[in-house]
Every structure is written in structure tokens, then in C-alpha cells.
């Protein structure tokens, strides 16, 4: 399995362009998530899937969206890029264990966003 | 007030130390609990799953407080290889799939 992988590793932007972050999962998980990690700030929640066609926002979802057609790919995009979004972007997914129990959440390699 | 609160850090000890982190998490209905551990411009990864009654995993013990609503993380012989940062996550009764994550505590493992 390889697990979660994202792409790109490294992007640069300038304000104003679009983009999309792939992000997909071989490990038939049900529950996706996208987080940014800024210095001193720790993950934060951006969007979350809990399964095909389902999302919900998290902590920090403007000025992104996600879609989730398939279970496998969860994309992140950015429509109009500012440097406030320069950034550490992960992917994570997850089983549920039901009864309101969560599963480790297994992290792809991250995308490094520079916003100019 | 955030979710979950950790001392930053660094932590600086010498090899072969006892070093303890603690995290508080402020909702009461936090239902899992989890430590992370985060190397350098890498992916958060799971150390170990917190329960109720305390669990081992080697050299490594996690505690859970739920009257405090703290977790801590007590590395016994600390290595060099410890040196991470070490991340407290929780997760909300009825909405499991949203993960709050603490900004982590920095250890630095010297010689």
C-alpha cells in the first residue's frame, strides 16, 4: 500500500491564481481531512469528508473547497490564492470505529504552498 | 480558548533523562485522545493512543485525567532518536471524524 500520497510536494503561486492539491488514499478509509500547519498554530482543520459524495468545514475552510467523488481522492482547491494561505498542507484519512470512536488518522507527506 | 493547549517548549535533556509532557484540552465531551509525534518538515505521526486507564508502549507512558482534562506523555530514558516535536490530539464525542490538534511540544534529545 501506498498509503496517502499528495502532490505537488512544493508549489509556488501568485495572489490571485487557482490551484488544486491532490490528495489520495489506497486504505479504504471512510473519513478524509485536510489541515494547514503554521508556525505555532499546530494542524488546523480545513475540510473533512466522512465518506464518498459527504463534506463538511472544519476549523479554517474559507477560501477553499473540496469535493469527494470517489473514496480514494479527496482534492483541495485553492480558488484564489493570498499569502495568508502560504502554508504546510496535509492530508489525512482515517477508518471509524464506530460508537464514536475515532482510528488513527494516517498523514500523507504534506504540500509546501508559497503564496506570492 | 483553544481545544488543546500544550507547552511549547523546547524541552532540553540529556540522553538517558525522564521527561514528562502534559496537555489540557478544554471540552469535557472529548471523547478519543491520541500523542503524535512530528519530526522536522515531515508528517505528523501516531505515537500511541490514549486510554482511560493509562497505557505503556516501552519506554513511553500516556496518562489520562479526565476530572483535570489533561493527557500527559512520560518518555522514560529519553534517546537521541526522541527528538521531535510531540503533538496532543483529541477528538469530540458524536464527531469523531474532527481532530483538534495541540501545537505541539518541542524535545530535544543531547548527548
Known amino acids: 500500500n501506498a498509503g496517502v500520497t499528495q502532490t505537488p510536494k512544493f508549489q509556488v503561486l501568485k495572489t490571485g491564481q487557482s490551484m488544486t492539491l491532490q490528495c489520495a488514499q489506497d486504505?479504504?478509509?471512510?473519513?478524509m481531512s485536510w489541515y494547514r500547519q503554521d508556525p505555532g498554530m499546530g494542524l488546523r482543520l480545513i475540510h473533512y469528508?466522512?465518506?464518498?459524495?459527504?463534506?463538511d468545514q472544519g476549523e479554517v475552510p474559507n477560501g477553499y473547497n473540496v469535493s469527494r467523488s470517489t473514496t480514494e481522492d479527496f482534492p483541495l482547491r485553492l480558488l484564489s490564492a493570498a499569502p495568508s494561505q502560504t502554508s504546510v498542507y496535509f492530508c489525512?484519512?482515517?477508518?471509524?470505529?464506530?460508537?464514536?470512536?475515532?482510528?488513527?488518522?494516517?498523514f500523507g507527506p504534506g504540500t509546501r504552498l508559497t503564496v506570492l | 480558548r483553544k481545544e488543546v493547549e500544550q507547552d511549547p517548549g523546547p524541552f532540553n535533556v540529556p540522553e538517558g533523562a525522564t521527561v514528562a509532557f502534559n496537555c489540557t484540552y478544554s471540552?469535557?465531551?472529548?471523547?478519543?485522545f491520541f500523542w503524535y509525534r512530528q519530526d522536522c518538515r515531515k508528517e505528523p505521526k501516531l505515537l500511541m493512543s490514549v486510554y482511560s486507564s493509562g497505557n505503556e508502549d516501552g519506554r513511553f507512558t500516556a496518562q489520562l485525567n479526565r476530572a483535570s482534562q489533561y493527557i500527559s506523555l512520560l518518555i522514560r530514558d529519553s534517546k537521541l532518536s526522541d527528538s521531535a516535536t510531540y503533538l496532543c490530539v483529541v477528538t469530540k464525542e458524536n464527531n469523531f471524524n474532527k481532530f483538534y490538534f495541540g501545537s505541539g511540544t518541542k524535545l530535544n534529545v543531547k548527548p
Open positions: 486504505m479504504n478509509h471512510e473519513y
Open positions: 469528508s466522512v465518506g464518498a459524495g459527504i463534506t
Open positions: 471540552n469535557s465531551a472529548s471523547q478519543s
Open positions: 489525512a484519512s482515517s477508518y471509524s470505529m464506530g460508537q464514536g470512536m475515532a482510528d488513527t488518522q494516517y
